[in-house]
């Protein structure tokens, strides 16, 4: 995908850095009618192609949706259309009901509460698994305006829960480029939630692990679990049947939504076996 890229930075491509640049303020999110984004009519024109035609798509507060389909079938493009990397040729897309995705830059966005984990990890190799954290954490406007050069134990406690989340407290004190791929995958995930985003968005966020580290990351996504919202690109259908339980799973053909519903559901349905499942 990163090959059409006419973007100056790609964080995709960057060897350092993660998205904690830039952050400006932006107003809350409204989810009173409980849907924390709403895609309408979502078309991404290229020359002519439409790598996504007319997509529809609301995902609920607290909801872990998984989005599978095939290559080239419009996933990574709807993911750059919420995170404002890719402008829609035409419709709609909100987060929450108040504000219009449209209106803001990549940095307002993630800002607002959208939080991205790119395919490839992104995160400071030089620097410790805790400083990682910390240093994402500092990235956070609302914990900037507190934290002065020395952290207060509320802070150490996050950084510490964080480090148990991602399975990485013993591993704290090593430069992250010591990290195998999959504990780095885990780190960029602790460095996300250090933000505090409302909405995250995981592309492909198994591939290249082992299938320890992938059932492990299947654990670690059902224990963020309502805690916040997430939408999960995957291939991996061991992986998709383990995070998405009973919930909604959408599958996505030719740049719109083939079939919505259970794993179960879609995975009977004929044209999802034709076009996806069944090769
Ligand atoms: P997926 O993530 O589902 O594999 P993508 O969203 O990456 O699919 O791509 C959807 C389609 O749009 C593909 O055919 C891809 O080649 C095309 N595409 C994606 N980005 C661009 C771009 N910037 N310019 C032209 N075509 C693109
Ligand atoms: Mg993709």
């Given at each position: 995908?990163?090959?059409?890229?006419?973007?100056?930075?790609?964080?995709?491509?960057?060897?350092?850095?993660?998205?904690?640049?830039?952050?400006?303020?932006?107003?809350?999110?409204?989810?009173?009618?409980?849907?924390?984004?709403?895609?309408?009519?979502?078309?991404?024109?290229?020359?002519?192609?439409?790598?996504?035609?007319?997509?529809?798509?609301?995902?609920?507060?607290?909801?872990?949706?998984?989005?599978?389909?095939?290559?080239?079938?419009?996933?990574?493009?709807?993911?750059?259309?919420?995170?404002?990397?890719?402008?829609?040729?035409?419709?709609?897309?909100?987060?929450?009901?108040?504000?219009?995705?449209?209106?803001?830059?990549?940095?307002?966005?993630?800002?607002?509460?959208?939080?991205?984990?790119?395919?490839?990890?992104?995160?400071?190799?030089?620097?410790?698994?805790?400083?990682?954290?910390?240093?994402?954490?500092?990235?956070?406007?609302?914990?900037?305006?507190?934290?002065?050069?020395?952290?207060?134990?509320?802070?150490?406690?996050?950084?510490?829960?964080?480090?148990?989340?991602?399975?990485?407290?013993?591993?704290?004190?090593?430069?992250?480029?010591?990290?195998?791929?999959?504990?780095?995958?885990?780190?960029?995930?602790?460095?996300?939630?250090?933000?505090?985003?409302?909405?995250?968005?995981?592309?492909?966020?198994?591939?290249?692990?082992?299938?320890?580290?992938?059932?492990?990351?299947?654990?670690?996504?059902?224990?963020?679990?309502?805690?916040?919202?997430?939408?999960?690109?995957?291939?991996?259908?061991?992986?998709?049947?383990?995070?998405?339980?009973?919930?909604?799973?959408t599958v996505l053909h030719e740049g719109g939504v083939l079939?919505?519903?259970?794993?179960?559901?879609?995975?009977?349905?004929?044209?999802?076996?034709?076009?996806?499942?069944?090769?």
């Amino acid at each position: 995908m990163s090959r059409f890229t006419s973007t100056p930075f790609d964080p995709d491509r960057s060897s350092g850095g993660t998205v904690s640049y830039g952050r400006i303020s932006a107003p809350g999110v409204d989810t009173t009618h409980g849907a924390i984004l709403y895609l309408d009519g979502i078309t991404v024109s290229f020359d002519g192609f439409k790598a996504l035609n007319n997509l529809s798509l609301d995902i609920g507060v607290g909801e872990l949706r998984c989005i599978i389909g095939p290559n080239g079938a419009g996933k990574t493009t709807m993911m750059d259309v919420i995170t404002g990397k890719t402008r829609p040729t035409s419709g709609t897309a909100f987060f929450g009901q108040n504000i219009d995705l449209a209106l803001l830059n990549e940095a307002q966005i993630a800002d607002a509460g959208i939080g991205r984990k790119f395919q490839r990890p992104t995160v400071f190799e030089a620097h410790s698994v805790f400083d990682n954290l910390m240093l994402a954490m500092k990235a956070n406007k609302g914990v900037r305006r507190t934290l002065f050069a020395r952290l207060g134990t509320e802070h150490i406690d996050r950084i510490a829960q964080t480090l148990q989340t991602i399975r990485l407290t013993h591993e704290a004190a090593r430069p992250a480029g010591r990290l195998s791929h999959g504990q780095k995958q885990w780190l960029e995930i602790g460095m996300l939630l250090m933000q505090e985003p409302q909405l995250l968005l995981l592309d492909e966020p198994v591939a290249g692990m082992t299938d320890a580290e992938t059932a492990r990351t299947g654990e670690l996504l059902n224990e963020l679990r309502g805690k916040h919202s997430m939408v999960v690109v995957e291939h991996d259908m061991d992986f998709v049947t383990q995070i998405a339980g009973t919930g909604k799973v959408t599958v996505l053909h030719e740049g719109g939504v083939l079939a919505e519903g259970s794993m179960r559901h879609v995975q009977s349905d004929a044209r999802v076996i034709e076009v996806y499942l069944g090769r």
